[in-house]
């Protein structure tokens, strides 16, 4: 975009082009195991955090992120199929 701008005189230097990008962090995020939700879910539990051991449990079985988990309705569960519809997110 910078170098279209140079070219159409909006501006006079593309001064990206001395830019040294960052370098990239090789490490990779590591989900916890199932024994490790269930610790955590049972800490909740026993600290009578249950909206947090639901919201945790809900995040680890489904994989949602916070923003679809947060943008849950009653309508996006269907009890009688035992399914939960993730369509929206919030931003």
Do not use: H
């Not at 090789?26 to 919201?55: G, H, M, N, W």
């Not at 992120?65 to 399914?83: G, H, M, N, Q, Y």
């Amino acid at each position: 975009m910078l170098a279209q701008a140079v070219k159409w005189d909006w501006v006079k230097k593309n001064v990206t082009e001395k830019a040294t990008p960052p370098s990239l962090d090789d490490r990779q995020a590591a989900a916890p195991t199932s024994e490790q939700v269930l610790v955590i879910v049972k800490y909740f539990r026993e600290t009578e955090r249950y909206t947090y051991a639901t919201d945790y449990l809900l995040a680890a079985v489904t994989g949602a992120r916070r923003s679809e988990l947060c943008a849950l309705r009653w309508s996006d569960v269907d009890f009688a199929a035992k399914e939960i519809r993730i369509e929206r997110t919030l931003v």
